[in-house]
């Protein structure tokens, strides 16, 4: 692969079906049957980010290009009636063996493999298994509703802003389909980057909720966010002052953050299908404006995406997320 244009030319060609025979798309060699896209990876890295991969070993070129990507259903909460729907999930990091961001970034130091190339792979392999469930649904002749895929965008992303562009612009499908979670460590700094980001490339933005943010940065970004992410360990804090009678006070600290940040969403991550807090919402929430959508590790889409996602620890009891199954002969 030579040039920007020769990587643009074959990522197009990836839309047909040679995706779905096998010449473009394997699976891993480890734990799950999880799509991964060696070729591709490295073909996309070597271009757009040539100086890194060029500095590589062979070892550290050959554990980047099995990077895929496991998911979190976000489904449907509140307020009611609403039917239960599967509406998007968040697409995360993994490698050939399992392994979840924790461990990557463990092994990729050891294998002395810079941060940005890590993010960048992830992010590859999500816009290609996406490609590939849409190809795969096609293929059942169903119809590809309105979902949303997020995945974490930090300050690795962030400070290679045109490499991020280039690669936002060789998957033009992210527009209808991606937001882009702001990660909570995002300083100051980064404000500007994000903003123009964000008008240039029509990127859509979810927004972290937790204490780790910094408040400027926090406020500053409102106006942005169409998603509010309440992260697992905020999520775990509201259960417990649930429990200590404190459902009013949550009710009334949302129904105002939810007037002043424009947000129509609000998810909440690590909620539980049999969590008091879910059930508490359920019941008690009506701000018809403001819909609540909740994540989790330990459940199984709605139908029909049982269809295509399989719960990965009912393979492997210790590692958590769904993997997309449409390599495997089941399906």
Not at 83 to 93: C, D, H, I, V, Y
Request: negative net charge; aromatic residues 12%; proline residues 5%.
């Amino acid at each position: 692969m030579q040039n920007l244009e020769e990587l643009q030319s074959y990522l197009a060609s990836l839309t047909n079906e040679s995706i779905l025979t096998g010449q473009t798309v394997v699976a891993a060699p480890g734990c799950l049957p999880t799509p991964c896209f060696p070729d591709v990876i490295e073909k996309v890295l070597e271009v757009l980010t040539e100086h890194e991969w060029e500095e590589l070993t062979d070892r550290a070129r050959n554990y980047l290009k099995w990077i895929s990507v496991k998911a979190e259903a976000i489904d449907e909460l509140a307020p009611k009636p609403l039917q239960k729907s599967t509406r998007g999930f968040e697409l995360l990091a993994i490698d050939r063996d399992g392994n979840s961001f924790g461990e990557i970034v463990v092994r990729s130091r050891e294998l002395c493999i810079p941060s940005v190339l890590v993010r960048f792979a992830s992010l590859i392999a999500t816009f290609l298994t996406v490609r590939l469930l849409s190809q795969h649904m096609e293929r059942d002749h169903e119809d590809m509703p309105s979902l949303t895929f997020t995945q974490n965008v930090d300050t690795n992303y962030l400070n290679y802003p045109h490499t991020l562009k280039t690669l936002l612009q060789l998957f033009p499908e992210y527009q209808e389909m991606f937001y882009f979670e702001i990660n909570e460590e995002v300083t100051e700094d980064y404000l500007t980057t994000i903003r123009a980001l964000a008008e240039d490339l029509e990127i859509r933005l979810a927004l972290d909720d937790t204490n780790k943010m910094n408040v400027n940065v926090h406020h500053q970004l409102l106006d942005l966010a169409d998603w509010i992410k309440i992260d697992f360990q905020a999520t775990a804090y509201l259960e417990e002052q649930l429990l200590a009678g404190e459902g009013e006070n949550i009710i009334l600290h949302f129904e105002e953050y939810a007037h002043g940040a424009r947000s129509p969403v609000i998810v909440f991550e690590g909620l539980q299908e049999t969590s008091p807090l879910k059930v508490f919402f359920e019941e008690y929430w009506t701000l018809v404006n403001t819909v609540l959508y909740y994540q989790s590790r330990e459940r199984s889409p709605v139908p029909p995406w049982n269809k295509y996602f399989g719960l990965i620890q009912d393979y492997h009891d210790d590692k958590f997320g769904l993997f997309f199954k449409g390599l495997m002969n089941d399906n």
